[in-house]
């Protein structure tokens, strides 16, 4: 069982929905994982926006670069200020 | 796409790398999407072009521009596309320019008001086919259809290229039956074959023969004595029956009407309410066919086709059989009593007489029961 999958059995939540949504870790504004997007909309220093299935994500911050990038899974370093995701 | 922007191709391993660099320059990327391993496409701003190739000739990336979205490819794209765009506009142009016409009359709710009378009123104010429509002037055509005698209201609109005409005709009520405080008569000479009286006192019996005007049931009734009358309606229904006739003279001989086998096909055009096409025959008689073939109908070229097919005839003499004649004639007279009298005819029979050089006379005698008060 993946990581976000016993999470969301310990919250009660239904595991199966939540796998084919999206799922953000942000770790101490250091770093972010963020996994289910569809697409990388753009990518400059200051904000990196991924395209979800309905909405999309917007993480802002100082310095920010892609330390790891798969299909539709990505790693973004740097001074994280905020993870919005926009409906 | 973003307008003014290059979608680049790129071959290679270490994308991050690539992205890190870009980053660095201060390259702004847009729908990065990481096809494979080695594969990765992405989306630059047209500024930036010759930046980030250069880049990627440095790191020894193989690339290729997959597209670009600027004002100089649209205008590419639109010199490609010259004869189509200006087929478009010419076909918008059209199609705009005859919707500013009437190309059909619809008109409905008219069935005492004859067409062709609401035709001719809108000849008188020069709306027909192929007409501007803003010619129309519907609250005059209302009020003028309005003051038709059967025409209770009326509306006129335009929908699309047809002019809608509706009609909504007055009702016409049967007076109620009216007690008659008079005598009834008879319409017919007759022999009564049947009375229905409601009020008033009957003056004849069944079986009796009366002439037209005779008094069928007096406007009275007797006192209990039965010696003074007392005024009353009289209200009844008599029948009788009645015998009508008719006499047809006829000759032996007659013509017919019979077509040679020479033919000629006519076909006229018509559009924008011109017409052109149609050709003339030599025939001295002749009859003819016509078909109407409408191409387009609410389209932007209202082509009609009139078909006509000219059938040269002859008159041709023959001898009829005077026995069938008379029989035929007869069923016509008997048809026209039950259309004209509403009434089935009891008995029904004829005489014939020469009268010489080929000439007869025929009499034809009706009898029939029929209201005759």
């Not at chain 2, 680049?8 to 690539?18: A, P, S, T, V, W």
């Not at chain 2, 406007?219 to 009289?234: C, N, Q, V």
């Not at chain 2, 059989?321 to 009434?343: C, G, P, W, Y």
């Amino acid at each position: 069982m993946s990581f976000f999958s016993e999470v969301a059995k310990t919250m009660g939540l239904d595991s199966l929905r939540i796998a084919s949504g999206y799922q953000v870790i942000n770790y101490n504004g250091e770093a972010a994982y963020v996994e289910g997007f569809v697409q990388v909309l753009s990518i400059d220093n200051n904000e990196i926006v991924l395209k979800l299935k309905k909405g999309k994500i917007v993480i802002s911050g100082e310095n920010l670069s892609v330390a790891s990038l798969e299909t539709g899974a990505i790693i973004v370093k740097g001074n994280i200020k905020e993870v919005k995701s926009e409906r | 796409m973003k307008f003014n922007s290059t979608k680049i191709r790129i071959e290679g391993f270490n994308q991050l790398k690539l992205l890190s660099t870009l980053q660095k320059e201060e390259v702004r990327v847009f729908e990065v999407d990481k096809q494979s391993p080695r594969i990765l496409t992405l989306i630059i701003q047209k500024k930036d072009s010759r930046k980030v190739l250069a880049i990627l000739e440095k790191m020894c990336y193989t690339w290729s521009i997959i597209s670009v979205f600027d004002t100089k490819t649209i205008l590419k794209g639109c010199v490609k596309r010259l004869g189509l765009i200006i087929t478009a506009l010419i076909c918008t142009i059209a199609f705009s320019f005859s919707y500013s016409f009437i190309w059909r009359i619809d008109i409905g709710g008219n069935e005492k008001v004859d067409e062709l009378i609401i035709q001719r009123m809108l000849d008188d104010v020069g709306v027909r086919v192929g007409t501007f429509s803003r010619r129309v002037d519907a609250d005059a055509l209302i009020n003028s259809f309005n003051a038709l005698d059967d025409v209770l209201m009326s509306s006129v609109q335009m929908r699309g290229t047809t002019l809608v005409i509706r009609l909504v005709e007055t009702i016409d009520y049967a007076p109620p039956d009216i007690p008659s405080f008079a005598d009834i008569h008879s319409r017919y000479d007759a022999e009564i074959t049947r009375m229905i009286v409601h009020e008033g006192t009957p003056m004849v019996t069944l079986g009796e023969r009366v002439f037209k005007g005779d008094i069928l049931v007096g406007a009275h009734t007797m006192d209990f004595y039965g010696l003074e009358k007392i005024p009353s309606s009289a209200s009844a229904r008599i029948y009788g029956r009645v015998a009508f006739s008719k006499t047809v003279i006829f000759n032996e001989t007659s013509f017919s009407l019979q077509r040679t086998g020479r033919r000629h096909v006519s076909d006229e055009y018509n559009i924008f309410g011109l017409r052109f096409g149609s050709s003339s025959h030599d025939f001295l008689r002749y009859e003819y066919e016509r078909k109407q073939i409408t191409l387009f109908e609410n389209f932007f070229i209202p082509l009609r086709t009139n078909r006509t097919i000219y059938y040269e005839v002859e008159l041709i003499e023959y001898t009829k059989d005077i026995n069938a004649h008379a029989e035929m004639l007869k069923t016509e007279f008997v048809q026209d009593m039950v259309i004209h009298a509403n009434s089935s005819p009891i008995a029904a029979s004829h005489v014939l007489t020469p009268i010489g050089q080929g000439i007869y006379r025929l009499s034809v005698f009706v009898e029939t029961e029929l209201l005759i008060s």
